[in-house]
């Protein structure tokens, strides 16, 4: 069993950012074949910036759009390599990204190695 967390209001006005604003659910951990050119990735550490504050918070930039509800929270992340379908890499291997906090699955168009 894995996690994801999800965005679960936006942030408005004058409130400050807070668990309500988000909720832990279980999902299943990918299982299977990935498809060709795609790596399956576990996150493993996860930086919590605080311009992240836009991803939740409709309009407060003009150069990042808020995630809609019930999209996975995005981050700065590091992950491990689970299962690869990718010549440039291997399950063991560590990647860094922008990615969703979640299990993830990325396509070969999404890495660069």
Known sequence: M????RIKQHVTGDQVVSEANFSLEPVEAPSGDILPGSVRL?????????????LVKPGLY???????????MMGTCVATVVASAHEKFQAGDVVTGFLPVSYTHLRAHETEA
Do not use: N, Y
Request: proline letters at 11%.
């Open 62 to 72: 003009s150069w990042c759009m808020a995630l809609p509800v019930g999209a996975p």
């Open 42 to 54: 576990k996150l493993t550490h996860i930086s919590c910036d605080p311009w992240l504050l836009a």
């Open 2 to 5: 894995a996690s994801v967390i």
